[in-house]
Structure formats: C-alpha cells, structure tokens
C-alpha cells in the first residue's frame, strides 16, 4: 500500500522551513522511498496542466470554486498516486491545506477509500498569543493582505478573527480522520524541521543535527516599522518583495539600535508660555511698531505645536517616512543605473 503524508498547517509555525529541507534533501529521500510533492503537487510525477500546480499557486487554488478545485486536484492526486512503488512515502506540505477542509477532507478521503492509499495528516498548534502577533507582523504588516490602510494589530485581529481560529477548522480535521490525524504542541520543540522528519519512516540519518534557520521570522523592530510606513501609503495590498529586497542589499533585515526620544526637541505648552513671559515686554515693542506702520499686530495665541500634541510616535513616523521615500527613491536610481 503507498502511503501520502500531508502536512495541513498552521502556518507560522515553521512550514516554510520544512519545505526548504524537503525540497534540498530530494535526492536522500528518494533512495529511501520518500518522495517530496511540494506545496501545490508541482514536484508530484504528473503533467503540469494546471495554473495552481506552482509553489506559488496557493492563491489562484484559493480563488477557485470548490467543486472546479476537487476535480482538478482529484484528477493530479490519481495520476500522480498511480506512480507510488508499494510501501513508497509522498509527502504534500502546504500550510494552507487547513483552511479548507470542505475541499480537502474530500479529496483525501477519497484517495483512502478509492485508491487504498494510507494517508496521515500533520498539524502543528502554536498558542493564539504568539501565533497572532507572527501573523500579524507577516500578513497585516510586513505583506499587507488587505486593502485600505495598514490596520493596527487589535484592529487587524478583530478583522482576520475567523482566520486566526484555527482551532475550529482543525476540529474538522480531527473528526474526519480520528485515526490518521496528528496535532503537535509547536511551542514546546526545540526545532519543527527536526520533529517532522523524525516522523518520516527510515529517515534517521537525516534529522537535522541544529535547529533549522527560521525562514519568514518576525522582523525586527526598525525594520518593522519601515514595512508598516512604507505599505501605509498604498490602497492596495503590498507584497513585502520592495523592503525586503533593500534591507537584503544592505544586510539590514534584523536591524536593531538605541533610537533617542525626539519629543525633547518639542518644547512642551508650559515651556512655550514661560518663553513667552520671557520676551514679553520685547513682543511690546515689534506691536507697536506694527501699529505705527498700520499693520495688524501679531497674536499672543501659540501657533507652534507643542510636546503636549505631537506625539513621539508622530514625530518618529513622520521622519522615517520621509526618509524611506528618499532611499526607496535612490534604490530605483542604483538599480536602474546597475543594469544600464
């Protein structure tokens, strides 16, 4: 009997580094009957007649109604299934998969009832806290997947609430396939990457010796902030291939310094109004030239913003931005002179 290990989700907690190793290890994993499919079957042995069937065609499956997707997917999954040695392992990693259990359970489904094909599910579970503030930072931030302004995280939470509920579609899951389900606690291994392939049947030699580099980890906190000005100014949803690929050239993705207070710099009401007191009897003196020369006299109303309405974070955003146009700017200018 072959055998088709899938893993569902969730995402944020280490698909992309799995993958990676799968996909670098190809050639030891087929000597030892495992075969790696890919995200969207674009490594299964089939003939690619599908847009989906390409690591980034996740959305376009997405896009697609249910019945369309089962067909196309059912039709890739028998051609593909059909070419397992007896005993041999296909491993699907696709941390989208959870999402939709009313278009997946089906299908694998059939691929156990239909085609006798053992198949085993992999989730892994990562408590709500840390796994909204990652998702968050990823989808809300750094890759911003929705129209409008960049929305704060509370706001982006209550906004992706059915999303984030993970749970209640991994219950899906867990009462379709009782028997061949396995959820694991990601917050308690030392490395995701090393607990997936030490399930994999005869991969020993191939666990991973140190903890795999995190592949999509949260930005740090500079580089944070320029993702969020930057996609700030765009109605649309922004890939985060622009920042990425400037802080890349300069080495500077996990950018971290000691950043002063600017509010020193805004002087607060009470300062203004004791500055005021202090040059008063000289505003005397510029009015009453004013009048002689028929001209209005000048207010007594501050018109100077103070610390009291400007915020550190105004002030701070306000510079950055400026500046990141201005390197956005340049980068395009460097660029466009590199390939003349």
């Keep these: 009997m072959s055998r088709l290990f899938v893993h569902i989700g969730t995402g944020k907690t280490g ?19 495992i075969h790696y499919w890919g995200i969207n079957l674009e490594h299964a042995p089939t003939t690619h007649r599908f847009p989906w069937q390409d690591q980034t065609g996740t959305g376009t499956l997405q896009r697609m109604g249910i019945p369309q997707a089962k067909e196309e997917m059912d039709q890739v999954l028998r ?9 041999h392992v ?47 930072k990823q989808w809300g931030v ?10 704060g995280f ?17 219950s899906h899951w867990d009462q379709a396939f009782p028997e061949s389900f396995n959820i694991i606690n990601y917050d308690i291994l030392p490395d995701v ?18 903890n795999a580099n995190r592949v999509h980890a949260s930005p740090a906190d500079a580089p944070f902030a320029l993702y969020a000005l930057y996609n700030n100014q765009f109605a649309d949803p922004v890939l985060p291939n622009t920042i990425t690929s400037l802080l890349s050239r300069y080495s500077l993705l996990n950018f971290s310094a000691k950043v002063d ?80």
Excluded at 142 to 151: F, S
Excluded at 319 to 338: G, H, N, P, T
Aim: one cysteine or more.
């Design 79 to 87: 051609e593909a299934l059909a070419t397992l040695k007896p005993g």
């Design 142 to 151: 750094k890759h911003k997947t929705n129209p409008g302004r960049v929305l």
């Design 261 to 340: 207070s600017l509010s020193q710099y805004y002087p607060s009401s009470k300062e203004l109004h004791a500055a005021t007191m202090l040059l008063e009897g000289d505003a005397k003196l510029v009015n009453a030239m004013l009048e002689r020369h028929g001209q209005p006299t000048l207010s007594s109303e501050d018109s100077v913003k103070s610390a009291d309405t400007v915020s550190e974070q105004s002030i701070s955003g306000g510079v950055i931005s400026l500046l990141l146009r201005i390197v956005v700017e340049q980068e395009k200018r460097i660029e466009a002179l590199e390939r003349r």
């Design 90 to 136: 296909a491993i699907w990693c696709n941390e989208s998969i959870h999402e939709r259990p009313d278009l997946y359970i089906p299908l694998l489904q059939s691929c156990h009832l239909n085609l006798g094909t053992d198949v085993s599910l992999f989730a892994y579970a990562r408590n709500i806290r840390d796994y909204s503030l990652s998702a968050y």
């Design 154 to 170: 509370s706001e982006w939470v209550n906004h992706k609430r059915n999303y984030l509920s993970y749970g209640r579609k991994l």
């Design 193 to 210: 990457t090393h607990d997936f392939i030490s399930r994999l049947p005869g991969c020993g030699e191939l666990i991973p010796k140190k």
């Design 15 to 33: 698909s992309t580094a799995i993958q990676n190793y799968l996909l670098n290890h190809q050639e030891d994993l087929v000597a030892r009957g």
